[in-house]
């Protein structure tokens, strides 16, 4: 039995900007670094609100929406580090 590798038609990570382009172009490490620092600035946003409604400078309303979207954004943050470990623990089970 023969076994050909599969070649690709395209590259595996295209050029996503021009030359004449000043926009750095984008990669999986850098994109998933942006989200969990995104992710870190919505925790500490909330923890901002919460300290602003018990010092009595912010609203309930404001605190609950701010916790809500730092709750959200941890819960997707743990979402992708799991789908991502198990992607690596899948190629890394890979016989070669």
Sequence with gaps: MTVTPLVPDAPLAPALRDED???PASSFPNE????????AQALEKAA???SAFVHGH?????MVLERAQADIALSLAGAVTSRVTQALNTVLGMQL
């Design 21 to 23: 382009s000043a926009a």
């Design 32 to 39: 998933i670094t942006r989200a969990f620092e995104s992710t």
């Design 48 to 50: 901002e609100a919460e």
């Design 58 to 62: 912010g609203g309930l309303q404001e």
